[in-house]
């Protein structure tokens, strides 16, 4: 049958396929549009299911804040290539992923793929979909909220490297004056990679670890047994001092940490929850 230019570009502008693709998906399902989308999606799971073993390393990192800043979220949208994470519809399609996970703030990574998308499918059936628009394997890699109560505090969000980084950073303070701080916290979250925000918070393997490599380091150097324990124990606040978000040097001043470079900005401002997703 004969398929109109006007039901390609419908088909298009839904699933953002190429025209030959949506042209060969129309005359399949006879000029019905839904099932040229369901061939769409079929040709996506069958793709999905041959490069499943491939590494999507490449994409983009959405970071997002609601209108009141009291909610964020922080997405990744995978990709095999770099080709495909800079094109604009790639960095659109997590965008609307990201938007859909700020109004619905879904507790997990599996909660957010069974959202419903434009169209009526869900956000993991469209993810399929384009795998077989894009020709490549795509999937939502990972997923963070911060969520807080109104008058408790807000959220800001920072993308960092076009999309390779993205951090939302919680402040326990409302108010246009505390948002540059935060973001330049958010800026620090990204460049320097804290595993923590405080001391307490950092994993008790994590530290006993750091206190056997501290022995072990003074060992290797000679020190005294009875001292062993005491050096690993000076080298394990060191380790504090430069992987817990509050205790590590700002970046712009290097004289402060982020506790005492926030506390100058306003008495008791602070961090008080952190998310970062990177490419790397």
Do not use: W
């Amino acid at each position: 049958m004969s398929i109109s230019a006007k039901d390609v570009k419908q088909l298009r502008d839904i699933t953002g396929a190429g025209m030959m693709d949506c042209k060969k998906a129309l005359t399949e399902s006879n000029g019905d549009i839904e099932g040229a989308i369901e061939n769409l999606r079929k040709k996506g799971q069958k793709l999905s299911a041959k490069r499943a073993e491939r590494e999507a390393n490449e994409g983009v990192v959405i970071a997002l804040t609601s209108h009141n800043k009291n909610n964020g979220v922080v997405l990744r949208l995978s990709s095999e290539t770099d080709f495909v994470s800079k094109g604009e519809g790639f960095i659109d399609l997590a965008k609307k992923f990201a938007q859909i996970a700020l109004t619905k703030l879904p507790d997990t990574l599996e909660d957010l793929l069974q959202l419903p998308f434009d169209g009526g499918i869900s956000i993991g059936d469209k993810v399929i979909e384009q795998v077989g628009v894009i020709g490549e394997k795509i999937e939502i890699k990972q997923y963070e909220k911060i969520v807080t109560a109104a008058g408790e505090g807000q959220v800001i969000p920072y993308i960092h490297m076009g999309y390779r980084a993205g951090v939302i950073v919680a402040l326990n303070k409302e108010g246009t004056a505390a948002e540059e701080p935060g973001r330049n916290v958010a800026m620090q979250v990204a460049a320097m990679k804290p595993i923590a925000l405080d001391k307490g918070d950092v994993p008790q393997e994590i530290v006993d670890k750091e206190i056997e490599i501290g022995k072990e380091l003074a060992r290797n150097e000679g020190k005294p047994a009875e001292m062993l324990e005491k050096i690993a124990t000076g080298r394990l606040n060191k380790f504090f001092k430069e992987t817990t978000l509050l205790n590590q040097a700002y970046v712009k001043d290097s004289k402060k940490t982020i506790a005492s470079y926030l506390d100058s900005i306003e008495s008791g401002l602070t961090v008080t929850e952190f998310k970062h997703i990177s490419l790397t």
